[in-house]
Nanobody, 126 residues
Framework: QLVESGGGSVEAGGSLMLSCAASRLTYTYSMYCMAWFRQAPGKEREGIATIAGGRGNTDYADSVKGRFTISQDNAKTTMYLQMNSLKPEDTAMYYC????????????????????WGQGTQVTVS
């Protein structure tokens, strides 16, 4: 089960931190590739960041690189997304996702095929 929190409304240039708490995982957290996605109204879902649950390797889509930071607390099996310098175009529903896969496929080139999803948290930037 994945549960996101931390969404809200913020002015352009502001910051938000999203959290994704993972529980009742079939395998240990370190085996999962964790990711953040977002979907704006009328647009396709976009993968924006990944983090390997075991090694902590991270990768980002160009649209958020340098502004967003993905991190995790393995002990708490919780993933985070620190979002800085927010823009109106960042407005979207944000989802966390998890999938068991090799480290080489836990990167921005492999945003397809995630098995587990949270319910989403809304981020609105004005």
């Amino acid at each position: 089960q994945l549960v996101e929190s931390g969404g809200g409304s913020v002015e352009a240039g502001g910051s938000l931190m999203l959290s994704c708490a993972a529980s009742r995982l079939t395998y240990t957290y370190s085996m999962y590739c964790m990711a953040w996605f977002r979907q704006a109204p009328g647009k396709e879902r976009e993968g924006i960041a990944t983090i390997a649950g075991g090694r902590g390797n991270t990768d980002y889509a160009d649209s958020v690189k340098g502004r967003f930071t993905i991190s995790q607390d393995n002990a708490k099996t919780t993933m985070y997304l620190q979002m800085n310098s927010l823009k109106p175009e960042d407005t979207a529903m944000y989802y966390c996702a998890a999938d068991v896969r090799s480290y080489s496929r836990c990167s921005r080139g492999y945003f397809s095929g995630f098995d587990y999803w949270g319910q989403g948290t809304q981020v609105t930037v004005s």
